[in-house]
């Protein structure tokens, strides 16, 4: 039951127009306070009695003694490990302002018929509609690293928002300002860092030694900051799963849909506004930071995705030493060995490097388009998603060994990773002509160059025309895309093409390097018989 202190403070918060609470904590407290009413109701009306007279026993039974926990019990591990965490899990509030004013100047480019008479408007009424904004409100979780008030939060969570309007807020109470340290949108981690002393800190963990089938713990303070409005401590929430699986990849956003790879998926609910709280293990270590849910309704069903701690790390490390966050980069374009593709390659498994940048580290160390990586550092990749991953462990500046295949013989090759540019700009080129595959190619041209964006050095063929249902349309080739090579026979002008396809027979797979839109890619066409 609130206290009449307490009451004043809710019908304060609650006053029309004041907006820090969001509307859902709106309804819980004023759910209580009509319990609180409801109360004092029945002492004036008391309710008629409804047979307790006639009991012959006790009303209800309890328990004699009260029960102790074992503390090396699941049970116990799991108190210890919340106890342990919680006091570092704080709530994160944002302030987002949305200016409104570019709705008027939309008005005013449609036609507004009293456009002549605006600056007479303006004169005597200031404004019809005047500039308005919008202040858009967030909450999220968060926890503290460090003594020096150092915090790991997402990067979703305070995207674009006022910087001088995010607050921290401890489980203690102390609501901080906090100033953004660091982001990185790719991998949706943020760097926060506050003022305070006496910091509890939470103890990071190893997310590489995580297994499927493990404990997990989620925690969460998303409505710390509004129960700091009422001087009340407020513990962070818990739900308890265990580890679904590792190295997921997932879409996710409404405005923006971004991509996330090698994500922790648990089913320990994390529930709204838990994004940016711990993911722990058994012995209260953070392996995960809360990041996304698959879910039809905003709910948890127990599908929860968390960012691996170790990746937060690198970004510390890297933040220390760049004085930034500084990805590794080895500058190659990948693709999915598909059976065909394995089939003409003669290798079962790995990734295809579909191209080689200029001036990049692979190019610099001897790698070329349709070689085929098996390992990176000594552990087997099988798709582009691994072998990306595999490249971000790396440090920059320090050499890793790719294990790769070319043209059926395996060879090691020596690559030192550099930092990533800020602006990867695939090369606009593009590809072909021939019954046999269903299109027409040229060599290129000065109105064909400039029609499709094509580069002065590029060499290969352009595709003109893409007959409808043919070999080509089907893979989804189009005017405009450059072919590279044929069966592995680099194409450098119509006159390579035509030698190349003279000795395809109808029926063959045809297996061509092309530069499809902004990417480079192999793809495997049946001709036509």
Same mark, same amino acid.
């Given at each position: 039951?609130?206290?009449?202190?307490?009451?004043?403070?809710?019908?304060?918060?609650?006053?029309?127009?004041?907006?820090?609470?969001?509307?859902?904590?709106?309804?819980v407290?004023?759910?209580?306070?009509?319990?609180?009413?409801?109360?004092?109701?029945?002492?004036?009306?008391?309710?008629?009695?409804?047979?307790?007279?006639?009991?012959?026993?006790?009303?209800?039974?309890?328990?004699?003694?009260?029960?102790?926990?074992?503390?090396?019990?699941?049970?116990?591990?799991?108190?210890?490990?919340?106890?342990?965490?919680?006091?570092?899990?704080?709530?994160?509030?944002?302030?987002?302002?949305?200016?409104?004013?570019?709705?008027?100047?939309? $008005?005013?480019?449609?036609?507004?018929?009293? $456009?002549?008479?605006?600056?007479?408007?303006?004169?005597?009424?200031?404004?019809?509609?005047?500039?308005?904004?919008?202040?858009?409100?967030?909450?999220?979780?968060?926890?503290?690293?460090n003594?020096?008030?150092?915090?790991?939060?997402?990067e979703?969570?305070?995207?674009?928002?006022?910087?001088?309007?995010?607050?921290?807020?401890?489980?203690?109470?102390r609501?901080?300002?906090?100033?953004?340290?660091?982001?990185?949108?790719?991998?949706?981690?943020?760097?926060?860092?506050?003022?305070?002393?006496?910091?509890?800190?939470?103890?990071?963990?190893d997310?590489?030694?995580?297994?499927?089938?493990?404990?997990?713990?989620?925690?969460?303070?998303?409505?710390?900051?509004?129960?700091s409005?009422?001087?009340?401590?407020?513990?962070?929430?818990?739900?308890?799963?265990?580890?679904?699986?590792?190295?997921?990849?997932?879409?996710?956003?409404?405005?923006?849909?971004?991509?996330?790879?090698?994500?922790?998926?648990?089913?320990?609910?994390?529930?709204?506004?838990?994004?940016?709280?711990?993911?722990?293990?058994?012995?209260?270590?953070?392996?995960?930071?809360?990041?996304a849910?698959?879910?039809?309704?905003?709910?948890?069903?127990?599908?929860?995705f968390a960012?691996?701690?170790?990746?937060?790390?690198?970004?510390?490390?890297?933040?220390?030493?760049?004085?930034?966050?500084?990805?590794?980069?080895?500058?190659?374009?990948?693709?999915?060995?598909?059976?065909?593709?394995?089939?003409?390659?003669?290798?079962?498994?790995?990734?295809?490097?579909?191209?080689?940048?200029?001036?990049?580290?692979?190019?610099?160390?001897?790698?070329?388009?349709?070689?085929?990586?098996?390992?990176?550092?000594?552990?087997?990749?099988?798709?582009?998603?691994?072998?990306?991953? $595999?490249?971000?462990?790396?440090?920059?500046?320090?050499?890793?060994?790719?294990?790769?295949?070319?043209?059926?013989?395996?060879?090691?090759?020596?690559i030192?990773?550099?930092?990533?540019?800020? $602006?990867?700009?695939p090369?606009?080129?593009?590809?072909?002509?021939?019954?046999?595959?269903g299109?027409?190619?040229?060599?290129?041209?000065?109105?064909?160059?400039?029609?499709?964006?094509?580069?002065?050095?590029?060499?290969?063929?352009?595709?003109?025309?893409?007959?409808?249902?043919?070999?080509?349309?089907?893979?989804g080739?189009?005017?405009?895309?450059?072919?590279?090579?044929?069966?592995?026979?680099?194409?450098?002008?119509?006159?390579?093409?035509?030698?190349?396809?003279?000795?395809?027979?109808?029926?063959?797979?045809?297996?061509?390097?092309?530069?499809?839109?902004?990417?480079?890619?192999?793809?495997?066409?049946?001709?036509?018989?």
């Amino acid at each position: 039951m609130l206290n009449l202190q307490e009451v004043r403070m809710l019908k304060y918060i609650s006053k029309a127009g004041d907006s820090r609470l969001p509307f859902f904590v709106w309804i819980v407290l004023l759910g209580t306070l009509v319990a609180v009413g409801t109360g004092l109701m029945s002492l004036v009306y008391p309710l008629p009695a409804i047979g307790l007279k006639g009991l012959k026993g006790p009303l209800y039974q309890e328990s004699v003694e009260p029960h102790s926990i074992d503390p090396d019990s699941l049970q116990g591990r799991i108190i210890k490990a919340v106890e342990m965490v919680s006091p570092a899990v704080v709530s994160v509030s944002t302030e987002k302002t949305i200016d409104l004013s570019g709705f008027r100047e939309r $008005e005013r480019s449609s036609g507004d018929p009293f $456009e002549e008479f605006e600056d007479f408007f303006k004169r005597f009424f200031k404004e019809r509609f005047p500039e308005r904004e919008f202040k858009q409100k967030g909450l999220g979780s968060g926890m503290i690293i460090n003594k020096d008030g150092f915090i790991l939060t997402n990067e979703h969570l305070i995207h674009e928002v006022d910087k001088d309007k995010i607050r921290v807020t401890l489980s203690d109470g102390r609501n901080l300002k906090a100033e953004i340290v660091e982001t990185d949108k790719e991998s949706d981690i943020a760097v926060l860092k506050i003022k305070g002393n006496n910091l509890p800190v939470v103890t990071l963990g190893d997310s590489d030694r995580v297994k499927v089938g493990q404990w997990a713990i989620a925690l969460g303070n998303p409505y710390g900051y509004a129960l700091s409005q009422l001087n009340k401590k407020y513990d962070p929430t818990v739900t308890v799963g265990v580890i679904s699986a590792t190295g997921r990849a997932i879409q996710a956003g409404r405005r923006e849909i971004r991509t996330y790879s090698d994500l922790i998926q648990t089913d320990a609910s994390i529930n709204p506004g838990n994004s940016g709280g711990p993911l722990v293990n058994i012995w209260g270590e953070v392996i995960g930071i809360n990041a996304a849910i698959l879910s039809p309704s905003g709910g948890s069903i127990g599908i929860g995705f968390a960012i691996p701690i170790n990746k937060a790390k690198r970004i510390l490390e890297s933040i220390v030493k760049y004085g930034k966050v500084a990805w590794p980069w080895i500058g190659i374009y990948m693709q999915d060995l598909t059976p065909e593709l394995s089939q003409k390659f003669g290798v079962e498994k790995g990734v295809l490097v579909a191209d080689v940048m200029k001036g990049s580290p692979a190019e610099t160390s001897g790698i070329q388009a349709g070689d085929v990586v098996e390992k990176v550092n000594g552990k087997e990749v099988s798709s582009p998603l691994e072998l990306k991953n $595999e490249v971000l462990k790396a440090e920059i500046g320090k050499p890793i060994t790719l294990m790769i295949i070319r043209q059926g013989k395996k060879m090691e090759i020596t690559i030192t990773p550099t930092e990533r540019p800020e $602006e990867i700009s695939p090369v606009k080129e593009e590809a072909v002509e021939e019954k046999l595959l269903g299109i027409a190619v040229r060599d290129f041209t000065p109105d064909l160059r400039q029609k499709y964006d094509i580069k002065e050095d590029e060499e290969g063929v352009v595709i003109t025309e893409v007959k409808e249902n043919s070999p080509a349309a089907q893979v989804g080739l189009s005017p405009g895309d450059v072919i590279k090579e044929v069966n592995q026979h680099s194409i450098k002008d119509l006159d390579n093409f035509k030698a190349a396809m003279q000795k395809v027979e109808p029926g063959d797979v045809v297996l061509l390097r092309v530069r499809h839109g902004v990417w480079t890619m192999f793809v495997t066409l049946p001709t036509q018989r």
